[in-house]
């Protein structure tokens, strides 16, 4: 069915129309919901409160039944048409979005904030780390928009945060989620290939990574919103697991010896129980949903070191 885009602007008048049609638009182009929204009201929810300047995190009843005007009608006509007819995810059409309860600047040059990290960062990694004011610095490897290293920052008060990825590109972003989030010295965003630019001096407690880890066939597979993505951040060589193995060799090195390593690799968790059966790897279960994030120790990380530099 196609859209009629200017009798919708017609005839559509209030927040409580445009909410419902919206929905029912969204429902009726099949669109996949992976980018932080699971349901059509509930993406329509966030790109009409936001196109409209309105808080997002809850439904302002009092405005249902305000009437938009034609300038805002045509914004939001224009950001639904994007939505249905290209996929355009709506973060990348409202330039925000939200992980561990906090907002984020996102653009083409970043993924979108998805990972399950955000339990484990407001859990505080409990029950597995154990000395949780004991932790003075944190990496967090392929950072990305920074947006787990900023939660990081926020929820280990004193640390110092490290916050690392190849992409030039990527790393404006993080600077400009920096600043929104009035963050010093606490947290230093580096740009380097994993570990190559980093000081060997530095040590941490706590290693977090959610790398490129999707393999060619799921690659290929994946819903037509994934393809606005970045592909060098979504994508890995070797199934999905090139990365996966510099950075465990690499942890070895640069974690404290009570430190931990926790990487997220999403589907590609077969893949690394077959890649490496010696090593166990502890394969987190989490409360909130998601899947693929396992946990190393220093030690378990030079023994993987050991047989595979």
Request: hydrophobic letters at 45%; a negative charge.
């Amino acid at each position: 069915m196609t859209t009629n885009y200017q009798a919708a602007e017609a005839e559509l008048s209030t927040l409580r129309d445009f909410l419902r049609w919206t929905t029912s638009r969204f429902e009726e182009a099949r669109l996949f919901f992976g980018h932080g929204n699971n349901d059509a009201f509930n993406e329509a929810t966030q790109l009409v409160l936001h196109s409209l300047k309105l808080p997002v995190t809850e439904l302002p009843e009092i405005f249902l039944d305000a009437r938009l005007c034609s300038a805002e009608k045509q914004i939001l006509l224009n950001l639904v048409k994007r939505r249905v007819e290209e996929r355009v995810p709506v973060p990348y059409l409202t330039r925000e979005a939200w992980f561990a309860g906090l907002p984020f600047y996102v653009d083409e040059r970043v993924l979108i904030p998805r990972s399950p990290f955000a339990e484990l960062i407001e859990s505080q990694f409990l029950p597995w780390l154990l000395n949780v004011e004991g932790v003075e610095r944190i990496l967090d490897m392929c950072t990305g928009s920074a947006c787990i290293a900023i939660a990081l920052a926020m929820a280990f008060e004193g640390a110092e945060v490290d916050a690392v990825d190849i992409s030039e590109e990527a790393l404006a972003v993080a600077q400009i989620n920096k600043n929104k989030h009035l963050l010093g010295d606490e947290l230093t965003i580096i740009q380097s290939d994993l570990w190559s630019e980093l000081e060997r001096s530095r040590q941490y407690d706590l290693i977090v990574s959610n790398p490129p880890y999707v393999g060619d066939f799921e690659m290929a597979s994946l819903p037509a919103e994934y393809h606005h993505e970045p592909v060098d951040a979504l994508q890995a060589e070797d199934n999905g697991l090139a990365l996966v193995e510099q950075i465990i060799i690499g942890a070895a090195k640069f974690l404290t010896p009570h430190g931990l390593l926790f990487v997220e690799v999403g589907n590609s968790d077969l893949a690394v129980d077959e890649r490496w059966p010696e090593t166990h790897f502890l394969w987190l279960e989490l409360e909130q949903g998601g899947h693929g994030i396992f946990m190393l120790t220093h030690k378990q990380c030079v023994e993987f070191a050991s047989v595979h530099s």
